[in-house]
């Protein structure tokens, strides 16, 4: 069960000094009511006027609900739930966790560009990728694409395994036939002596 309050335009419009309109919903019914309260209620007297208290979500005019809990007055309009947010450091106001992620991100392309720089053009190569049986190739390429941040090896596939022939988005970063081109990830590529993989045709005559 969920209830919801939104705050916004139409029947969100503050309608005066102390008092808010709230359209109250319910996940249970499609059935909105449309109710007035005082700015001053806490969470716990908000709930207590709801038909649903296990579950309570605040939406305003733009992001995702926002989980209401504790006993903290219920914001009044959309600016209010702005500086809501922005006390608590939540959302988009999380500057400290958005920076920590950015940071992250910098040293995962830093350990990807790492590993990319071992891996020679036209080496022999194992890929392996998690829920795949292993498959040797031959590595074209290496480096960052249009397609996707970061790095990326572009390899052939001894065998028709792959997803293109060496093209992606219009732009070409290899040759090789139909099906058995594909890109995968530095740390998914292990170069050393992979002999080609023998088909049995030679002792066919």
Not at 34 to 57: C, I, N, Q
Request: hydrophobic share 30%; net charge neutral; aromatic share 8%.
């Amino acid at each position: 069960m969920k209830a919801a309050a939104e705050a916004g335009a139409g029947p969100g419009l503050l309608l005066g000094t102390g008092s808010v309109s709230l359209v109250v919903s319910s996940s249970l019914n499609a059935f909105r009511t449309h109710k007035r309260y005082s700015t001053g209620l806490t969470v716990a007297e908000f709930k207590g006027t709801t038909p649903h208290r296990d579950l309570l979500f605040l939406t305003g005019t733009g992001g995702p609900p926002l989980p209401v809990t504790g006993d903290i007055p219920v914001p009044p309009s959309p600016e209010s739930l702005r500086s809501f947010l922005r006390q608590r450091r939540w959302g988009r106001y999380d500057t400290e966790g958005t920076q920590r992620r950015a940071d992250e991100q910098q040293q995962r392309w830093a350990q990807e560009a790492a590993l990319a720089a071992a891996l020679p053009l036209g080496a022999r190569c194992q890929v392996r990728l998690p829920g795949q049986p292993s498959k040797l190739a031959t590595i074209m390429y290496v480096g960052q694409t249009d397609f996707k941040p970061g790095y990326w090896v572009g390899v052939r596939y001894d065998e028709p395994l792959g997803k293109h022939d060496g093209s992606v988005g219009g732009r070409r970063y290899f040759e090789c036939q139909p099906k058995y081109g594909a890109f995968v990830k530095p740390q998914s590529v292990t170069p050393g002596d992979f002999p080609e993989e023998d088909n049995g045709l030679e002792d066919e005559l």
